[in-house]
């Protein structure tokens, strides 16, 4: 384990990482997304409040709260995967020092590159690239390939791997702040949120607002994939359905009213971010606008 003393935990995370990966520069014109949902609530406030307040979007270690596991504490798994991939370099770290999670968005979707995680997202800033680690598949399982912004074998990898389309991406960890005002390029939201509570608290944000196609899926649509989450994760999305259609709308406001587990909305959330996808699009960065900012 790395102790050096004259290196933050950061460095020393990324010089350990940049040790491990191989392969050309990464494309300048590609961004980190961060995927989250933005009718959700963290420490009890709602999210994009929280983001506002703070101006600094933080890492579960800090918030407690995550669309994927909640293993972020000493010893989890997170805390663990984290050990592992950086050499001890957080182990001693203070919760607001370690990274927080997005993706590389090397397919250039509009919803961002990791929608599992969320409808919406912030899209970095390139000067992001060079203080962000990246490793397919996901941590989680472990992964032996790594990369950085000087050495990202980790594209061609990725596409050479026929993975669903929700379980693609190639992850990406940000070592340091990220601030709204600075680092963040756009936050992109369904179109489902407009004229919402959560289009009100996205203009306080200090960075643009962008608005996707928009995910939407038709319960008879929904109904032809049981296959796909289990079969009472479609009929759990047939009953909260509104007019027959689910939106990441829908999908939020059944998870503020309770009575359903919460990780069994996550998989109906899987189902609508699968086949409700509004049809590919490149984002600003490689030549194609994501929506209209305004």
Partial sequence: ??????????????AHVAGLSAGPPVDPALRVTLNFHPDRAAGGRPL????????????????????????????????RWESRIFDGAYDR???????????????????????????????????????????????????????????MGLVELALADRQDDLDDYIEAQVHGPVRLDRDVEALVLDPCYRGTAVEEAARRLPCPVEWHDGFRLTVEELRR?????????????????????????????????????????????????????PAPARTPAQGRTAGAAS
Wanted: aromatic share 8%.
């Fill in 48 to 79: 994009l409040e929280s983001l506002a307040e703070s101006g600094v979007y933080l890492s579960q270690f800090v918030t407690g709260t995550s669309n994927g596991g909640l293993t972020a504490h000493p010893g989890g798994d997170r805390w």
């Fill in 1 to 14: 384990m790395s102790t050096d003393p004259l290196r933050t935990p950061q460095q020393r995370a990324l």
């Fill in 93 to 151: 770290a203070g919760a607001h020092e370690r990274p927080v999670y997005g993706a590389l968005n090397h397919h250039g979707r509009a919803v961002g590159a990791a929608p599992r995680f969320g409808s919406a997202h912030l899209r970095l800033a390139a000067h992001a690239l060079e203080r962000t680690t990246f490793c397919y598949p996901d941590s989680f399982l472990e992964p032996s390939d790594f990369g950085t912004a000087q050495r």
């Fill in 225 to 277: 994939h049981p296959g796909y989450r289990g079969p009472e994760f479609v009929e759990l999305g047939a009953r909260i359905a509104v007019g027959g259609r689910l939106d990441p709308g829908v999908v939020g406001a059944a998870a503020a009213a309770g009575g359903h587990d919460p990780q069994a909305l996550k998989k109906v959330w899987h189902c609508l971010a699968r086949f409700g996808a």
